[in-house]
């Protein structure tokens, strides 16, 4: 029992490895590899009564990687797509 939840753990393992690596191969091989997404950002400033209020802040570009897996630092577009506004905490 012990050594079939070992080699199962293992398998696991090698699979998300070799998904890695397949995943790697396609991004690197593709032409647009990189896209950019534009990010809203809100800046959560806390007075000094601890009310937080809420500023807007200049829309950023990011980077993303056209991936599965975050490759090369930067996320994967699908992930950036769906998180499209960046709270930043700033104050006291």
Not at 2 to 9: A, E, G, I, V, W
Not at 21 to 39: H, L, N, P, Q, Y
């Amino acid at each position: 029992m012990k050594r079939r939840l070992q080699y199962s753990l293992y398998a696991i393992v090698a699979a998300g490895v070799v998904a890695y690596g397949i995943d790697d191969v396609v991004a690197r091989v593709r032409k647009d590899e990189f896209s950019t997404v534009k990010v809203d950002q809100v800046y959560a400033i806390t007075n000094r009564w601890n009310k937080v209020d809420y500023s807007i802040g200049n829309p950023q570009q990011e980077r993303c990687v056209n991936a599965l897996f975050p490759h090369s630092g930067s996320a994967p577009c699908w992930y950036v797509n769906g998180h499209t506004l960046r709270y930043i905490r700033a104050g006291n």
